[in-house]
């Protein structure tokens, strides 16, 4: 099943488009060019792996970015070193032939083959928030999980939860590592993730035998490693102190920092200005967007509202939602204001008494 | 009455007093800037780097700020009678007594300190070991913010703060307690010293106090 997928998706990799995936994800691996023959060995002797692609709450858009980009060499790339045997949105099958296909695989592959998951894991009301063939996402993780040789959690949403984990994140959903503990586990995050980082995790699996570098949260280092705004090329407007005021504005125009506009490069680790998107070499800074910060945890609740450096302030009960400054200054007001009338006191009652310093 | 002059903090203390104070009034500049650069310009090429100077500003005020905690916490064990945290925790009867006198005197109720006390009342020193506490957190985003890469602060970082924009949004609100507790403070100390003529405000220069 898997080459049918891979052929009629594949009409036209050639073997230049080939070489030039492995060079692409040689250069966001951060690897040398000598190596390039050594991936391209890797993957195209070694036996192709199998790959289960499970999907749970998501839109897919980590699917159709890797699929329907302007990048065409790099999907069929992905898709001609692995042996995709089961992906709900590019499988010939549907019902009942599709479950028998994950599970033929599975059985036949037992701890060798790779899972991605994308998408979040509801776990609120035992999971039926999400369910497929009968099952909840939570029963399917929990049947498919142990028999993979390592998993891959594809998108924000695998790997924190993404959009329905926003607060007060009502289905529960969660990453995989929140749930999977016992194997070996990378997280490709961002919503969606550059698919030359999922490239270049599994040639790297495959030339090396083994996951790349991952940092604290899990995602490979040689793609999260380093924060955006360390290698953005508007940087230097950052450093010489010229912001975009507002969007269309004149130092809009002359492609300045967005830092005032609420770009969250300086929070955000991800290789968005060096790998780029779609192969126009574009990405959202580039175009005059901020970053949103999409490859961190909740996201949706830390990078929110979008336009501003920090979220604002809730006290919950009291129904407020503020500006943390605004916040800030009327408390110092108020605590001025305390102060005052603190002293006046003071005042009042030396006025009353009439007591002198000179009572020693 | 005569006045009895009696040596009241080290010169530690009085450094870091000083060190800690300025550094915080440099942070809080700096760290407005950061926030909200206040400046912008349409020159290129100026050879002017008003937000690199103002990190870096910030971040050798950061330095001078961590010393100075450093210095506070071994002053917590090591120090003399007044400094040890044992004077500034309500632990003993006599720490927590001084709570209530000094609320009384605080609302003017009640007139003249504790004659038992030296260091600072109880609400004075439990407030500086919240301040301290809060300084930890507030050096350790900091820290967080600046080496992310380095193992050490990315382990603290995102054990305490799970992320780059939380630690940076912690880091933001810690230094609106800086300020009240600045303001507060300087009212407070000022007001002592009007109360009670023992020398307060010259102490933090001199280390000695005056009792009678
Ligand atoms: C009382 C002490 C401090 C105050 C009041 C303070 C205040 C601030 C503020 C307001 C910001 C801007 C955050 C925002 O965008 O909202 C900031 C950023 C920052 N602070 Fe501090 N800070 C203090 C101590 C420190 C220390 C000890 C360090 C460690 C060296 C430090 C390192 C940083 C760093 C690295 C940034 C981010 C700068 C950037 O990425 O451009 N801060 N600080
Ligand atoms: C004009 C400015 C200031 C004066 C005259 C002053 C004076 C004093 C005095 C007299 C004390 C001892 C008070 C006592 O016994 O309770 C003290 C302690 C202290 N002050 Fe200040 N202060 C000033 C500014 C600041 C600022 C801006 C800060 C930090 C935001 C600060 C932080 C502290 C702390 C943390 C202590 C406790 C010392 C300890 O850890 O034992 N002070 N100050
Ligand atoms: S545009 Fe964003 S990432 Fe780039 S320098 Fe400005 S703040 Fe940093």
Known sequence: ?360 | MAYQKKHCWSILLRLYHWAFALSIIALCITGFYIHEPWTNTLREGSASWPMAWMRFAHFIAGYVFTAAVIARIFLYIFGNKQERIMDHLPVTPRNIKNIFSTLLLYSYIKEGHDPDRLGHNLLAGMTYVITIIAAVFQLISGFYLLFPELAIWEGYGLAIFGSQQWARYIHHLLMWWFMIFALIHIYLVVWNDVQEPEGLVSSIFTGKKFTH
């Not at chain 1, 939570?138 to 939860?161: H, S």
């Not at chain 1, 749930?179 to 995790?201: A, E, F, Q, R, Y």
Request: proline share 6%; charged share 20%; glycine share 10%.
């Open chain 1, 1 to 360: 099943m898997a080459d049918t997928v891979n052929k009629t998706l594949d009409p036209r990799l050639n073997r230049r488009g080939f070489l030039k995936g492995c060079t692409m994800a040689a250069a966001a691996l951060g690897l040398s060019e000598s190596v390039v023959p050594k991936m391209v060995e890797a993957a195209t002797s070694a036996e192709r792996p199998t790959v289960i692609w499970l999907h749970f709450q998501e839109c897919t858009g980590c699917s159709e970015t890797l699929l329907r980009g302007t990048h065409p060499d790099l999907a069929r790339l992905i898709l001609d070193i692995i042996s995709l045997d089961y992906h709900e949105t590019v499988m010939a099958a549907a019902g009942h032939q599709a479950e028998e296909a994950l599970h033929d695989s599975v059985e036949k592959n037992a701890g060798k083959f790779i899972l991605v998951v994308e998408g979040g894991i509801p776990t609120a009301e035992n999971g039926i928030h999400c369910m497929i063939a009968g099952k909840t996402a939570l029963e399917i993780l929990e049947e498919i999980a142990p028999k993979a040789a390592a998993i891959i959690a594809y998108g924000t949403c695998a790997t924190f939860g993404g959009v329905q984990a926003a607060s007060p994140n009502p289905t529960g959903s969660v990453g995989v590592d929140k749930l999977v503990h016992d194997k070996p586990i990378i997280n490709i995050s961002g919503c969606p993730p550059n698919p030359v980082n999922l490239l270049g995790t599994i040639l790297h699996f495959l030339t090396f035998n083994r996951l790349p570098a991952v940092d604290g949260l899990k995602r490979p280092k040689f793609a999260y490693g380093r924060r955006i705004h360390d290698h953005c090329e508007r940087r230097a407007h950052f450093d010489e102190g010229r912001f975009v005021e507002q969007f269309g504005d004149e130092f809009h125009k002359l492609g300045y920092c967005l830092y005032k506009v609420g770009c969250k490069g300086p929070e955000t680790f991800a290789n968005c200005p060096v790998a780029r998107f779609n192969e126009a070499g574009v990405w959202p800074v580039s175009v005059g967007h901020g970053c949103i910060g999409c490859t961190e945890p909740d996201f949706w609740d830390t990078m929110t509202p979008f336009y501003d450096r920090i979220p604002n302030v809730k006290i919950p009960g009291a129904g407020i939602i503020a500006d943390a400054d605004e916040l800030g200054t009327k408390v110092l007001a108020a605590t001025g204001a305390a102060i005052g009338i603190h002293a006046a006191v003071g005042v009042g009652k030396r006025l009353i008494k009439g007591k002198s310093d000179s009572d020693e």
